[in-house]
């Protein structure tokens, strides 16, 4: 309910008036407050006189304002459990029921805390898109980026050549979700500054990558697609031989699981534009704010045949793209090895980076989850 500030304006002044106007709107207030419960508890049979009365609670005490008013208001129209009555008092305070309490229930975010001026960096959103030029042109709907020494008719060779995948979509394991850096986290907030002693590191898995997997995870298997989500966190205690350790269990998953065909590396970007500006690669799909998606290729002489990995890297970013334009960032051809030499079908898949919020790229992650699950259906000939 919003009160009317011309109302509320004229109620006022100084001395004995205005005190003796306050407690006549304050015994307003709570008496209107106890006829709302009343009300309340028969609203099937007149829900308009618990409206009516809870209205007039509502705007008396607004209008009174002495302190604890509000407190009040609140110990008289808290309806109990068995009510499904909500009644707004004024934006952001809502009379709800009570909740049960949760340990481990995190914090709403509202707005960012008050950061001190020394430790305030600097937060940019840009929705970044490939341009041509000698390293970057268009593949499909998407683009790539090369950052090897690779001339680029070797590389179109290369995307010219079907594609390997063969699924066969009948609910046997065909697709590994990991996360060789699992703790990768997001900021707490959707702000214009950030705080400089953020490491956006987290080993709680409802915060870090492993819920992005989550997500991707949940809608392929609405799809019909079978899937194994490894949730472990290589990275922690130790960063270092992070890729060594998902190796093994890379190796493990393959031989347990010899039909997989598509295995996605889940990660977020780190983007420092300088010592103290981070960027998020951000864009609005369907009216939803989302994190852009960047896939990542190696080259590295120990991959060996990149180019099935190219080509999986090619179709998954056309594929987003084609079905949410400004998704997705150029493919990130690089020379490094990312376990790609492990097995065809491996691309890693960059969520935003750390300066975009969890929602973002939970969003960016249902997008994909849904687009993975319908294409691989029609791949295995379902659709």
Known sequence: MRFPRRIIGRIGGSGRRA????????GTALTAASAAGVAGVWQGAAPAAADFFQDTALLAGAAAMPEGTLGALRRQLTPSPSSAVTAEISPGITFTDPEPE????????????EISPEYRGVLISETMAGSPSAVCWQIGAGWLRNYTEIPRAQIDAELSEPLELAPKADGRVEVLIMHTHATESYEGYDSEYYDTRNTWRSTDNNENMVAVGNVIEEELRKAGIGVVHDTQQFDY?????????????VKEYLAQYPDIQLILDVHRDGIQRDTTTIVKP??????????QIMILCGSD???GDWGENLRTAAAVTNLLESRYPTLTRPIYFSTGRYNMNLSGGTILLEFGSQANTLEEALTSARLTGQALGEWLQELAGNA
């Open 237 to 249: 205690p130790s960063y270092n031989g992070s890729y060594d350790r998902a190796a093994v269990a």
């Open 19 to 26: 005190a003796r106007l306050q407690a006549i709107l304050m």
């Open 301 to 303: 002489p120990g991959v």
């Open 282 to 291: 951000a864009t609005e799909i369907d009216g939803e704010p989302a994190a």
């Open 102 to 113: 949760v340990t481990d229930q995190k914090p709403v975010r509202v707005q960012p805390p």
